[in-house]
DNA sequence: CTATCTGCAAATCTTTTGCAACGGA
DNA sequence: TCCGTTGCAAAAGATTTGCAGATAG
């Protein structure tokens, strides 16, 4: 019992994650649940982060589950990660697609439509026949406030 | 004598980095000469790469060092680093402004010139205030042949 | 009942830090 | 000589792996 103790959704209906796990054979678990739960309610994160926020509803989930359930959700389509810049990759919805702006000076990272890089997209197919994954990598920079405090 | 041995390039000159060095009260070193001819010569490396590098002139130069020296490079503006996406920083010369695009499928970094990225780096200026650094994230995608080897 | 999952502990890998010794100017 | 730098060892942080036990179906 020391196991998976106190995990446990409010409801655990018949839900679509159980039913993308079950077409493939896998199994759904409430960590599941939690983890891609944890992913939406925190919009982008990193696995530490997810972690924690699954750790207030099962205190008992363990990183491991967290990193191998992340990795586990992305070949399944349902969430994707981002290089913000640093180290930690970022974990977001895989349908809440969106580009990264991060700035240097803050650390602020902020969300913009990918059409913004409709253009660039476009310039790479023609030109080099690369497409263009928008929401993988991040956009660094500097932002308009640190902009002005810097001149 | 257990410290720096074997450690020497071919001629030490009075080397531009000996004088940028000399501006800050900064000291000329073979190590740090070796670190900036390695990412010269490696184009662009993760500090790793960088090491292996450097040892093959003197085996006795810490990664340490490496670690250290090139913060400090690129602190000079002599480097920079971009993120091609897992996780390893990837250091270049700072003269040689490139963007990189990042195969998911073979992991092939391709360098393209940064005015790909102007139309981008105007509308993030114009319509958020935010400057864009263009060379310090790659963009990621699929290249051609793997587009081709994938339908 | 059985194969899949999970938690735990330990291994790996990358990067950073403290400190004594070294060596450039 | 003096203080910036280096090498070493150990710490720190992130991610992965092996395995025994728990559990979904």
């Keep these: 019992m020391s196991q998976a103790q106190e995990v446990g959704t409010s409801a655990t209906p018949a839900t679509a994650l159980r039913r993308t796990l079950h077409e493939r054979g896998l199994r759904m678990t409430p960590q599941r649940q939690l983890v891609l739960d944890a992913v939406r309610q925190l919009g982008h994160a990193t696995p530490e982060q997810v972690c924690t926020q699954v750790q207030r509803a099962a205190p008992a989930v ?9 990795d586990l959700l992305e070949r399944l389509g349902l969430v994707r990660h981002t290089h913000l810049g640093h180290g930690a990759p970022n974990y977001s919805e895989h349908q809440h697609e969106h580009v990264h702006l991060v700035c240097h000076g803050c650390g602020t990272v902020t969300e913009v439509p990918t059409d913004l890089m409709d253009g660039l997209a476009d310039r790479l197919d023609r030109e080099r026949g690369f497409e263009l994954d928008v929401t993988h990598v991040a956009l660094s920079g500097l932002c308009r406030s640190c902009r002005e405090s810097q001149q």
Tied chains: 1, 2.
Excluded: E
């Excluded at 363990?62 to 992340?70: E, K, M, P, Q, S």
């Design 62 to 70: 363990n990183i491991t589950t967290v990193y191998r359930t992340l």
